[in-house]
């Protein structure tokens, strides 16, 4: 099972090892202890997704995935955590168990 926190739209999903395959921005497959899927605001138009990412998360204060430092397209840029931008409110996410 996973380990989740949600803060300020913000859901982070926490697991070591695991590998995430991502459809979206800057997708593909990757092996990371940490996701995150970000809620955006309706008409949402920004196209500087990377320093969006770090922003957002260390306004949620999830700084173990934010490097504001970090230039787009870096090779840290690369190694960033899998972020999934949605128009879905983060406020009731929740997980399952199975078995």
Do not use: C, I, K
Request: positive net charge; hydrophobic residues 35%.
């Amino acid at each position: 099972m996973f380990e989740a926190a949600v803060s300020e739209g913000v859901l982070r999903l926490r697991r070591p090892g695991t590998r995430w395959l991502s459809t979206g921005w800057d997708g593909g497959r990757s092996r990371a202890a940490t996701a995150y899927n970000v809620s955006v605001p309706e008409g949402f138009a920004r196209t500087d997704l990377a320093a969006y990412r770090d922003e957002r998360l260390a306004r949620a204060g999830f700084t173990d995935g934010a490097d504001g430092g970090r230039a787009p397209g870096s090779a840290a840029d690369r190694d960033a955590p899998p972020t999934l931008f949605t128009g879905v409110s983060m406020e009731h996410a929740r997980g399952a168990r199975l078995g």
